[in-house]
C-alpha cells in the first residue's frame, strides 16, 4: 500500500459524457502528478500540482483538467470522451521539498472505459 | 529535458543476474536517476535512485559512470516474480520535474 488513494477503481461511461477522478496523496505530500496508461502503452504523463499550483503540463488534452485543492487532494476532469480514452489513469503523489530528489508514489489507479 | 532509451525487452531465467541499462545522453547537472517496476494493472512502484557512482538497496543496484550519460540497474538472482516493466525515469530538478517521460519500459521476463 503506497499510501496514494484514488476513487472510483472503475468507470465505465458513454462517449461524450464528462467524468472526474479524485486522488488522495500520502499524508505530508505536497506534489500530486496525473498519468494516464493505456493497454500496451508506457505511461504519459499529464500534469503535475504542488501545493496547490500547476508546476508541469505534459500531453493532456484540452478536454482534461485538474486541481489541487487546500487538502492536498486532487481531481482529473475528463470531458467529452472518447473511445480513446479508455485507459489507466494512475496518481502519484511525492514530498518534493526542491531538492531535485524525488520519489513517486503512486496510487492503485482509476480504470476508465468509454463505450 | 532528459529523454531515455531502454531495450525494449529482455529474458532471463530464475537465479540469474539481469542488467538493464538505460541511456540518457542530456542528462542536466540537478538530474537524479530513478527506477520503477510495474505489474499489470498496477501503479509503478520505486525501485532505486541515484545521482552517480553506485547505490545498493535490499532489491537492486544501480550503477552510474562518472559521466552520467548511461545506467544500469541490476536485479541479482532473479525470480518469476521479478517479471514486469522497468521504466528509468531521469529528472527531478529543483521541485519542478517539468515534462516527466517514461518512456515504454523495458519489459522483463522471467522463466523458471
Known amino acids: 500500500d503506497s499510501g496514494v488513494t484514488q476513487t472510483p477503481k472503475h468507470l465505465i461511461t458513454a462517449t461524450g459524457q464528462r467524468v472526474t477522478l479524485r486522488c488522495s496523496p500520502r499524508?505530508?505530500?505536497?506534489?500530486v502528478y496525473w498519468y494516464q496508461q493505456s493497454l500496451d502503452q508506457g505511461l504519459q504523463f499529464l500534469i503535475q500540482y504542488y501545493n496547490g499550483e500547476e508546476r508541469a503540463k505534459g500531453n493532456i488534452l484540452e478536454r482534461f483538467s485538474a486541481q489541487q485543492f487546500p487538502d492536498l487532494h486532487s481531481e482529473l476532469n475528463l470531458s467529452s470522451l472518447e473511445l480513446g480514452d479508455s485507459a489507466l489513469y494512475f496518481c502519484?503523489?511525492?514530498?518534493?521539498f526542491g531538492t531535485g530528489n524525488y520519489e513517486q508514489y503512486f496510487g492503485p489507479g482509476t480504470r476508465l472505459t468509454v463505450t | 529535458l532528459a529523454k531515455t532509451t531502454q531495450p525494449i525487452s529482455m529474458d532471463s531465467y530464475e537465479g540469474q543476474e539481469v542488467n538493464i541499462t538505460c541511456s540518457h545522453n542530456n542528462i542536466a547537472t540537478n538530474d537524479y536517476i530513478t527506477w520503477y517496476q510495474q505489474f499489470p494493472s498496477q501503479g509503478p512502484r520505486f525501485i532505486i535512485q541515484?545521482?552517480?557512482t553506485k547505490v545498493t538497496n535490499e532489491v537492486a543496484s544501480l550503477f552510474i559512470p562518472a559521466d552520467r550519460k548511461s545506467s544500469t540497474l541490476s536485479l541479482p538472482r532473479v525470480s518469476l516474480s521479478d517479471t514486469a516493466v522497468y521504466y528509468c525515469?531521469?529528472?527531478?530538478?529543483?521541485?519542478?520535474?517539468?515534462?516527466?517521460?517514461f518512456g515504454k519500459g523495458t519489459k522483463l521476463s522471467v522463466k523458471p
Open positions: 541515484g545521482y552517480k
Open positions: 502519484a503523489s511525492s514530498v518534493d
Open positions: 525515469l531521469v529528472g527531478g530538478r529543483g521541485g519542478s520535474q517539468g515534462n516527466l517521460i
Open positions: 499524508s505530508g505530500d505536497l506534489s
